[in-house]
Structures are given as C-alpha cells and as structure tokens.
C-alpha cells in the first residue's frame, strides 16, 4: 500500500463527488478542446489553402483589417511578374455568399491562366467565359449540384462546367469562377483581394526546409520594398498576424481562462470538502507519525488524479463537440476535423497543472489539522 | 540519565483557560524501557492529557520532558521520528472504515522505505500476533468492537516504536474483552521489549503492570 493506494481509495469511497467533479472539469477542458481545436484548426485549414497551391507570399492591400475587405489593383500582376524573385503571381478575389441562411460559401475569382488551377483535379472543364462556374467537391454536396447543372448566385445564372477536388478543405468547400466574373458580381471592376506569390526556388524539391524559408524571407524583403504601399507576408505570419484570426485567438484563450478559473474552483471545492470531511483521518494520520510532506503529497495526488480524469472526459466531450461544429452547415467547408497531437498534450498538462493548483490549499488546510483537537472532540 | 529511563518528565504543568483550569500540576515520573506501565486515576484526573504530552500530541504550560535523555520535542521533530519511536492506540481506534483490516496496519508504513512485500509481511506477523490473520481482508465494519482495538494495536506496533501509548484501550470493552486485551499488551511487552504505557481508571487490572503512578486533580497521588 502506498499514497497513491490511498489516494484511489479516497476517490472510490466518494464515487458520486469525484464523478461530480470529474464531469465539471470535463466540461471546462472540453469547452477548451473545442474552442482551441476550432481555431487552430481553421488557422491550419487557412495555411494548407495556400500551401496547396505551391504559394509562398501572400500580397495584400496594407492595413486592412480582413482579408475580404483588401482591394489592390489588377495592375499589379505585371509589376510582380517582371521582378526575377518572382516566379509566378496569381491575383485572386473573394466573397462570402450565403446559399441558405447561415450555410456560407467561400467565392473565388481566378484568371483562366492562373498556376491556381493546376493544382486542382478537375471532372469536367475549367470554367469558360463569364457564365460558367467549377465547385469544389464539398460544395457540390453541399449544394447538391453536379456538372451541367444551372446555379444561382446573388440572383445571376451560372452553369457548373466541372466538379473539382483540391488538398485543401477550405478550397473544396468553394466555388471558382472567372476573375472578370466575381469582378462584375462584387462590384470590383480592375480589382483583386489579394495576390498569391510563387517565387523562383530552384531545385526546390532538393533544397532544404531552412533554405527555402531564407529565400522566402529575402524574396518577401524585395517586394515588400519595391511596393511599400502593400502589405506582403509569408503564410505562417499572414495567418497568424491576419486580424480577425488573431482577434479568434485572443478571444479563446479568454474563454479558456475563464474555463480553467471554474476548473480550479471545481476542484478546490471538492478537495477543501474531502478534507474537512477526512479531519478526523488525517489528524489520525499526522498523530500516529505521518509527516506534513505525505499528507500534502495524499492531498495533490488526489487532486491530480482529479484533473488528469477531468482532462480525459475533456478530450473526449471536447473533440465531440469539435466534430458537431465542424459538421455544422456554418463551418462545413472551412474547416477538416484534426486529432493534433499537441493540443492532446497541451490539454494533459494543462489538466494536471490545474489538478496541482486546485490542490494546494486544501493541502495546507489538511497539514493545519491539529491532531489534539480530532482526539478531543473526535 | 539512567540509560534505562526511556521517559522522564519534570515538574510537568498543563493549564487551560489561562491557568484556570489545572490538568496537570508539576508531574515529575520516569518510565524505565521495557516497562508495562500504567497511569491510572478517575476521569478528569489528567491521564490522557499526560499520555498526550508524553505523545508529543501537545504542549506543555511549563517543565521539561526527555526521551532516552533527549528533549522530547525537539527529538520528535526530527523527521519520522514520531513514527518510529511512538506508537499509539486511541480509546475510539480511530481506524480507517475504508480500508480493510490489513490495509489499517500498513497505514505507518506508507512513511517507511521498505519494499512492499516487508511491509505486508510484517503486517500480516502482527495480525497474527493479536490473533486477526484470518480476517485481514475483512472490511472494518465487520469487526466486534474487541477486534478493532486488536487491529489499532497492531496498527500501533507496526513500525516497531520503542513506546506504545494506549489510552484506555479497554474502555470500550466489556470485562473479558478487556483482560485480552491486557493480556495481548503484555505478551507483546515480553516479546517484543517495547515499552508499554497503558492509561487507565481501572483498579482492578493493578496485577498487570510493573509499575504505575496514580494521578489525582492533576498531581501525583501515589507511584
């Protein structure tokens, strides 16, 4: 027998509070798995979107504060094109259209010539003229259309010339369609949202990681001080230093606070009530020779035990509630469910450093107990 | 010192209420080692509040107490010294209802360094000492109140203290019980040499011990 045998045994003979307990923290962590997960898995969706189609820079009107609202000039392409870091640019324009209501779809506007669409596995053709359209394999189920089909969009006409799938879910979920054509729809004659970079690496396939992130950086350096005007980023940092997605993450881990506050709450209750309830045992236990340091020990030990179970069930409700949201029709095609390893770990951690934290002052409560007093007054 | 006093007490004074009420008044004793010792007297007469301090449990308002010829409490704060010098066995055992019998009696040795199986089997040697191997996977619930004080004894002798303080361990039972009891106390002072301190209103019982001291409205009547 040790403490931990000790420390089962105090869980085990109070089955319906530690199950209490363990259910609340569950549902705090799960509140963090869910709200962690979502957006770091849309942060994840927004990086392999570009990824996929072989981008390394993103250029964007400067100071804007999303992405659908940035408008730079089509003029732009050729500046891009005739700098030698350049080996491609592709401008695109954006817009959110609701097919249903709260059912959102990402447009996308591409000219007919861009590096964009080798990427894609096309079934059928690519979009021809200003009348044509190609879905995303998810939207077409989304929409339930497939090629030939007519599909209204903000009241215009247009006829689904091919079903495509694309590595990236975002991508999937989408409608393309000429440039000139979401030009006319947005009202955006002469403009694009943004230009995706694809500069000129060679050998890339056999350059190393630290290499290809160097020549992107000086690539990134150059055109950023040829167009000052304009805002260019490498993915990782525009995604990251993107504002809506960075207002996301400051608002979950907000949230993810407030969750860990009740968690350590939760706990500290259950444990300050088990002490109270154990005064007479571990007066005993200080009286026939234990030291502080064991009780401390039986006290945390349970404490963790506490929040490491809460964090399992957390796991578990939390990707649950994960998978229903990424169903969802307002997130379908924005974002794939992910099982990231290091969210796992993170939440692990954070389950047993809250256990030890919640532990703490029923702990010292527990050492205070003066033996005299249990065997006076039982 | 004697190097066989194992206790010594000196002019020993407990008072509450601020000096109000007197418990104990300038006790001076000693307990020689391997003595079967009794503190008797009436109740209110200050035994278990003596038992206590010998313990180390409390403090006393004024006089020294040693053990083996060192200040007792700073001796006793010296880590795990409590546990493998000073055994106890409560009036009420105090023992623990979720445990089962065996898991009472390693409940010390959860302190020790001792591989798991030392520690069952000298658990499981004490159990059968008292006369409880048969039942050490029974639930404390199932035992007579006779085979609850046997297992907070073995609980008490378990980490093999040099002294055994039990404070009126036959005061829940009835007559017969209690000379088992008494009978078991002294079989374990013969063979293991622990001292063995025994508080006690009972006169009767004056033929077991080698020696006592009687107390009486916190002083010392007779020794």
Redo the contacts between chains.
């Keep these: ?3 931990l ?2 420390t089962f ?2 869980i085990w ?1 109070r089955k319906i509070r530690s199950l209490l307990t363990v259910l609340g923290v569950g549902i705090s962590i799960a509140a963090f798995v869910a709200i962690i997960g979502l957006s770091e898995g849309l942060k994840a969706s927004f990086i392999s979107n570009f990824r996929s189609r072989g981008t390394d820079l993103v250029v964007v009107e400067k100071g804007i504060l999303d992405i659908l609202s940035s408008k730079v000039d089509l003029s732009y392409k050729d500046k891009f094109k005739a700098m030698p870091e350049v080996e491609a640019a592709a401008p695109i324009l954006l817009d959110l259209y609701s097919f249903k209501f709260k059912q959102f779809i990402v447009l996308y506007g591409w000219e007919p010539d861009s590096y964009l669409f080798k990427e894609l596995k096309v079934q059928g053709r690519l979009p021809k003229g200003d009348q044509e359209v190609i879905l995303g394999a998810l939207a077409a189920k989304r929409l339930n259309k497939t090629t030939g089909e007519q599909l209204n969009i903000k009241g215009k006409q247009y006829r689904v010339a091919g079903i495509f799938q694309s590595k990236s879910i975002i991508e999937d979920g989408a409608v393309i369609m000429s440039l000139e054509s979401l030009q006319k729809l947005k009202d955006a004659q002469g403009k694009v949202s943004l230009y995706n970079i694809k500069l000129s690496i060679p050998s890339r396939s056999k350059t190393s990681y630290a290499q290809i992130s160097e020549s992107i950086e000086r690539g990134e350096d150059e055109i950023a001080r040829a167009f000052p005007e304009l805002e260019v980023k490498n993915i990782q940092s525009f995604i990251s230093n993107n504002t809506p997605m960075y207002m996301i993450f400051n608002f979950t881990w907000a949230l993810s606070i407030v969750a860990f506050i009740i968690v350590i709450l939760g706990i500290v209750n259950t444990m300050a009530a088990s002490v109270l309830e154990r005064t ?2 571990i007066g ?2 200080l ?5 502080n340091l ?1 009780i401390v020990g039986m006290v945390l030990c349970e404490s963790m035990l506490l929040g490491l179970a809460g964090g399992l069930v957390g796991l578990g409700l939390g990707y649950l509630m994960m998978n229903i949201f990424v169903l969802s029709p307002q997130l379908a095609g924005l974002m794939a469910m992910t099982y990231d390893p290091a969210l796992i770990a993170k939440v692990m951690m954070i389950s047993l450093g809250l256990g030890v934290v919640s532990g703490v002052y029923p702990a010292l409560k527990a050492i205070s107990i003066e ?2 007093k ?2 006076r007054y ?1 | 010192m004697d190097n066989n006093i194992l206790i010594q007490t000196r002019e020993l004074s407990k008072y509450y209420a601020d000096g109000k009420v007197v418990a104990l008044d300038k006790v001076s004793f000693s307990i020689k080692k391997g003595e079967f010792f009794a503190i008797k007297g009436p109740s209110g007469s200050g035994k278990s509040t003596l038992l206590h301090l010998i313990g180390g449990l409390d403090q006393p308002t004024s006089g020294e107490m040693y053990f083996e010829g060192k200040d007792l409490n700073s001796f006793l704060k010296q880590s795990g010294s409590r546990l493998k010098n000073i055994g106890f066995v409560f009036q009420v055992f105090y023992l623990w209802p979720t445990l089962n019998v065996l898991q009472n009696v390693l409940l010390p040795l959860v302190e020790l360094r001792m591989s798991a199986k030392a520690k069952t089997q000298r658990a499981q040697e004490l159990l059968s000492t008292v006369g409880l191997s048969h039942k050490r996977q029974s639930a404390i619930s199932k035992l007579s109140v006779g085979e609850r004080q046997r297992v907070a004894i073995a609980r008490a002798l378990v980490a093999q203290p040099k002294l055994v303080l039990a404070d009126e361990p036959t005061g829940s039972l009835d007559s017969k019980n209690a000379e088992n009891i008494l009978q078991l106390f002294k079989k374990i002072n013969r063979e293991s040499g622990a001292t063995i301190v025994i508080v006690t209103h009972e006169r009767m019982l004056d033929s077991y011990f080698d020696r006592s001291i009687t107390l009486f409205d916190g002083k010392i009547k007779s020794s």
């Design positions: 027998m040790n403490i045998t000790i045994n105090n003979n007479q045992e005993i236990l009286a026939i020779g234990w030291r064991s033996p005299m249990v065997l039982g």
